[in-house]
């Protein structure tokens, strides 16, 4: 999971895609990163590890000239979190110049990595698969070029390799000097990718491409749509939209975590309102738990703050039980979720979030979580809400059961880390000190996300096993399970 911005603008683009990473920052902590072009071709960029407002200082900001530019917040599921020559953009001299960011998890690292060497002849300088997808993107883009000048078609001509080629989520902008801003999505549109536009007076269009909406909403962009699975978008220095699906058999099947977890609630992705699906997630979810929970068992409904609130509030009203704040979060820590390792997820916990007694004492208490991972965070949170005063704790997640490992760009490699896998829900309660447990039902979770939309398909392979690419099998996971070990 990463956020990705570019822009084409009329004036200086540096200020605007810095406030564009501060409203992703929610999308990763690890590193961050903006390059500019100005018009001669001339590209300037500053990367660096940590958050948006620590890596980037008044004389960084000076030195990003131009008007056109991408941005780029990370968190690490391929190469190293602690290595800041993995921190994106990444950039390749030929053809042209070319700088790229990159959000999803190439599949087929492997091979590419060695094709890159013996066939492309580039050498690769880290284990990132942005470095591999940029290097991929110019040698296709290389081969096509037919003429002194660089034209839209011959642009779509490489992308269209590169979808031949590549495997795997990939939501990308790529900033190539002296010519203009490409974009573009993998044929299944599993990481999002949304074109605005914002016009002048004078009839000069400026654009935006990003991962959410309210980048778009925050600027006074006008939302243009979706950029479709395996269609680029190629804006000129002029400010001219050239389009083409470039993908033979694209089919939109975006990733269901985002609607989840991942997106910030004030999104709209795909036509489908995060925040609505929240609640319908909230909706279905309290069905489940009338179904598998004894009457009485249940005082009082309280979220995990903050992503889960929309559907623990849908869930107190559907049963009638009083909705309740009973943590307080320290907004100055980060989500625990990316943060890499277990003994840092555990400790950060209880810097980020306090039970608050008054709210837990004697009470029967049903906690909703969005969703449950490696169960580390859960357990303790369980436990303080027991130290709290709590009588018996519910524990209710608004998506099911995690049981199999996520590739496609967020960070649950290994089904040896997930508490749901080769548990049953009864096991997963024991585990982490619950009195009961109740998850959301697979079909549910596709029907409340799904409702009202005219999407009709979802990637659930963390909580079904199904990888909508068809190109994920048991010796590839057992070999990033393997990797991730090593």
């Known amino acids: 999971m990463c956020g990705i911005v570019g822009m084409v603008g009329r004036g200086s683009v540096n200020q605007e895609i810095y406030d564009s990473l501060l409203l992703l920052q929610h999308r990763g902590q690890d590193s961050t990163g903006i390059a500019t072009a100005e018009p001669g071709g001339a590209v300037h960029m500053h990367k660096a590890r940590g958050m948006v407002r620590e890596a980037f200082r008044t004389r960084d900001m000076r030195a990003l000239l131009g008007t056109i530019g991408l941005g780029h917040v990370r968190y690490a599921t391929k190469g190293t979190a602690s290595s800041e020559e993995e921190a994106q953009p990444f950039y390749v001299n030929a053809p042209y110049g070319i700088v790229l960011i990159h959000n ?13 060497f013996h066939k492309d002849r580039r050498h690769l300088n880290t284990s990132s698969d942005t470095e591999l997808l940029v290097n991929v993107l110019g040698g296709e883009l290389q081969s096509t070029i037919s003429g002194p000048d660089l034209d839209p078609d011959q642009v779509f001509d490489a992308v269209t390799r590169v979808h031949e080629r590549v495997e795997g989520s990939y939501a990308a902008i790529a900033l190539i000097a002296g010519h203009g801003l490409l974009a573009f999505r993998d044929p299944f549109g599993i990481r999002p990718l949304i074109l605005g536009t914002r016009r002048h007076d004078d009839g000069h269009y400026e ?30 220095l002029d400010g001219r939209l050239h389009t083409r699906q470039c993908a033979s058999d694209p089919k939109l099947v975006p990733c269901s975590f985002e609607y989840v977890y991942l997106a910030r609630p ?46 623990a509030m849908q869930v107190a009203r559907k049963l009638g039980i009083e909705y309740r704040e009973g943590f307080y979060k320290n907004r100055y820590i980060g989500r625990t979720f990316i943060m890499p390792g277990q003994a840092v997820r555990k400790k950060s916990v209880r810097q980020k979030l306090n039970a608050m007694s008054s709210e837990f004492k004697g009470k029967n208490v049903l906690l909703i979580d969005d969703s449950i991972v490696r169960g580390t965070t859960s357990k303790e949170i369980i436990q303080m809400a027991r130290d709290a005063g709590a009588k018996t704790v519910t524990f209710a997640s608004a998506a099911p059961p995690v049981r199999y490992p996520h590739v496609y760009g967020i960070n649950m490699p290994s ?72």
Not at 466 to 478: D, F
């Open 104 to 116: 999803g998890n190439l599949t087929n690292t492997r091979e590419l990595t060695d094709e890159l």
């Open 266 to 311: 004030d999104s709209i992705m795909n036509g489908i309102s995060v925040y609505e699906a929240r609640l319908r997630l909230g909706e279905r979810l309290a069905d489940t738990i009338a179904k598998y929970t004894p009457p009485g068992a249940i005082d009082v409904v309280m979220p995990i703050p903050d992503s889960s609130r929309p559907a």
């Open 207 to 236: 654009w935006v491409v990003t991962s959410e909406s309210l980048v778009l909403e925050n600027g006074e962009f006008e939302v243009v749509r979706d950029v479709d699975p395996g269609e680029a978008v190629f804006i000129d």
């Open 415 to 486: 089904r040896l880390e997930l508490v749901a896998h080769g548990r049953t829900i009864p096991e997963i309660a024991e585990e982490l000190g619950a009195d009961y447990m109740v998850y959301q039902e697979v079909e549910d979770l596709k029907a409340a996300i799904l409702e009202g939309s005219d999407v009709d398909d979802l990637d659930m392979s963390c909580f079904d096993g199904r990888y909508v690419t068809g190109t994920v099998t048991e010796e590839y996971l057992a070999w990033v399970e393997g990797s991730q070990e090593s």
